[in-house]
C-alpha cells in the first residue's frame, strides 16, 4: 500500500515536470516570436524614408458680405441703447 503512494506522487510529480515544461516552451516560443515581430518592424521603420508633413494652417472664412441695409430693429437698439447711428 505504502508501495502504490509513492508511485502515485511520483507520477503526480513527473506530470507536474512535464506539464510545467510544455508551457514554459510555449510561452518562451510566443515571446521570442513577438520580439522578432519587433525587430522585423524596427528595421522597416529604421530604413523607410520620412513622410513629409506639412502644416498648412486652414484659411478662416471671411463673414459674408451684407446683402441688404441693416434691419429696423437694429437700428433702433443702435439709437436707444448706444446712441449711435448706424450708417
Do not use: C
Not at 65 to 80: E, K, L, N, T, V
Request: net charge positive; hydrophobic share 45%.
Amino acid at each position: 500500500m505504502m508501495m502504490d503512494v509513492q508511485i502515485a506522487w511520483q507520477l503526480l510529480a513527473i506530470w507536474a515536470i512535464v506539464v510545467s515544461t510544455i508551457v514554459w516552451f510555449v510561452r518562451d516560443e510566443r515571446r521570442l516570436e513577438s520580439e522578432r515581430a519587433l525587430v522585423r518592424a524596427a528595421r522597416y521603420y529604421a530604413h523607410v524614408p520620412m513622410r513629409r508633413q506639412i502644416n498648412r494652417p486652414e484659411a478662416i472664412p471671411l463673414p459674408k458680405p451684407r446683402s441688404s441695409a441693416i434691419r429696423h430693429s437694429d437700428r433702433a437698439y443702435f439709437q436707444r441703447a448706444l446712441g449711435i447711428e448706424p450708417r
